[in-house]
Each structure stands twice: as structure tokens, then as C-alpha cells.
């Protein structure tokens, strides 16, 4: 794998996956990216045998292919996945996916209500109750065996190892944020976010036991972590995707006042299947 040439791009909305910390941690667990002279970020895999060059959550300046040539990347197929759709970038792998996003920028009185009213029921029903939240950078040798655990369970390509997440909190650990509910001292729930550029956060894993449900742990787990996001300058808040699998998990999200909004998309672009470059 080619190493790293240039600086990664200072942008402030920078997505997770494009992000310093993301690359740093990538290059702490071995895998170290590519970065364009633009500052995108370029991961170097196999997928089915096949060796493939991935650029995640970026939309590709107009002279990718001349960046990729730089890098020796320019003859492997590419799979983009941008965060917003802006034109075709080759063949459709994969039609956007819908995420959930909530705006800090909005002052807390007016985003409580615009709370769903049986979400803000309920935070109001975990306010009244014995729970406290407290909050820590997460250190990478921490003992979080809840999080681990919930963390493992998820399958599928888009979830971090581990390993990649404890590696992130190495590289960043003010940047990666544990909030945890407790209840008369026991742990019930807790939620992981990481920062990325200067005005983006993103929810990462959580977990939670009975007595958290019972008493809304989450509800006001979240609340309390978008007050304390915004309040340092945190403009945007990242839920994570609306998957159709998890009905419920998708209606917390969306009554915690996030809004839906569509990713880009994934496609494949391969010069030799292409009748034109992207460049």
C-alpha cells in the first residue's frame, strides 16, 4: 500500500471517515490510507479477491483521476460513497441510503420543542427519575466491556472493529466522548460519540439493561450530549443510518428531533467500464 503524500484538508464539516483522527487511527491499527493532494481520504482493500481503492463520505474533486494517477491508484476500480448525491459517478452499486442528523445551531429551547411529544415525555419522565449522566473522554485501555460487546454484535461493512474505535480514542481521546447513565451508582446505559472536524459529531455505539429502558436512559443520554456538543461550538449531530431492520431504533432517532436526509449513494467507477472520466 502506497503511503500517505500530502496533508489532509482542514475542512471544519469534515465527515468522520475523511477526518485526521479517522486516518491516524487507521494508521495506528496498520492500515494506513492514501491521501490525495486535495486532503481526501483513499482506502486501499480487497473485496472478494478483487484489490479496490475507496473514497468514503467525500464528493471527488474534478480532478480525481489525475490525483488517483499520483498516487498509483488510477488503475484499480474505485467505489465512491459521497455524503450527498450530486451527479452519477459511474455504475450504481448501491441507491442512497437515508440517515438521521440533528442541528445544534438551533438554541435548546427551540429544539425541545420540536421534540416528538412521547420522546420529550419521556426525557422529562428520566429527568424526574434517580438517573444522573456523567461524562468522560473514553481512553483506549478503559474497561468497557458493554460497549465492546454491543459494538461486536454489529455486522456488516460499515461498522468499525473494535479495535479501530479504541485506536480513534488513542489518537483523540477528547474526541471521543462516553456519556453513561447511572442509576443509584449502577451503570444502566451509555453512548459513544466521536468529534470530527470543528463542527461535527457523530453518534458511534451505545448500549443499554433493563432498568435503562424502564427509565428512558437513553432519551436522556442524548439530550444531555447535544447540550454539551452545542454548547462547545458543535453544529451538527450524526445519528447514524435509518436502517429498515431497526423500526424502533430508527423512531428514537427521528423524535429525538434528527431529520432524515439521503446519502449519496454507492457506485463503482472503473476507467475501463467508463465512457468518460469523472476529471
Known amino acids: ?79 465512491l460513497s459521497p455524503e450527498t448525491f450530486t451527479r452519477k459517478y459511474g455504475l ?7 440517515a438521521a442528523k440533528i442541528d445544534l445551531r438551533v438554541p435548546q429551547s427551540i429544539r425541545f420543542a420540536g421534540l416528538h411529544q412521547k420522546w420529550r415525555n419521556q426525557l422529562r419522565h428520566a429527568q424526574n427519575s434517580d438517573l444522573t449522566v456523567v461524562r468522560a473522554p473514553m ?9 465492546d460487546a454491543a459494538q461486536g454484535q454489529k455486522q456488516g461493512y460499515r461498522n468499525w472493529p473494535v479495535g479501530l474505535t479504541r485506536a480513534f480514542a488513542q489518537v483523540a481521546p477528547k474526541k471521543c466522548q462516553v456519556f453513561t447513565a447511572k442509576l443509584k451508582g449502577q451503570t444502566v446505559a451509555q453512548m459513544l460519540f466521536l468529534l470530527h472536524g470543528t463542527t461535527r459529531a457523530t453518534y458511534h455505539i451505545g448500549h ?45 432517532k427521528l423524535r429525538s428531533g434528527a431529520r432524515p436526509f439521503n446519502l449519496g449513494g454507492t457506485w463503482l467507477r472503473w476507467s475501463p467500464l467508463a465512457r468518460h472520466d469523472i476529471a
Do not use: E
Open 1 to 79: 500500500m502506497m503511503a500517505a503524500m500530502f496533508d489532509m484538508a482542514n475542512d471544519p464539516d469534515t465527515s468522520l471517515m475523511q477526518s485526521h483522527d479517522f486516518a491516524d487511527a487507521l494508521r495506528l491499527c496498520g492500515q494506513g490510507p492514501v491521501i490525495l493532494p486535495d486532503g481526501a481520504l483513499v482506502l486501499h482493500r480487497r473485496v472478494m479477491g478483487i484489490s479496490v481503492a475507496m473514497l468514503p463520505r467525500a464528493t471527488p474533486c474534478a480532478a480525481l483521476s489525475d490525483h488517483l494517477r499520483q498516487v498509483g491508484l488510477h488503475r484499480l476500480p474505485l467505489i
Open 92 to 98: 450504481r452499486l448501491r441507491k442512497p441510503a437515508c
Open 139 to 147: 481512553l483506549p485501555d478503559a474497561a468497557l466491556p458493554d460497549l
Open 208 to 252: 443499554t439493561t433493563t432498568l435503562g429502558r424502564l427509565h428512558h436512559a437513553h432519551n436522556l443520554i442524548l439530550w444531555t450530549a447535544q447540550n454539551w456538543l452545542s454548547d462547545r461550538g458543535i453544529g451538527r449531530l450524526d445519528l447514524g443510518l435509518l436502517d429498515p431492520k431497526t423500526p424502533n431504533l430508527n423512531r428514537f
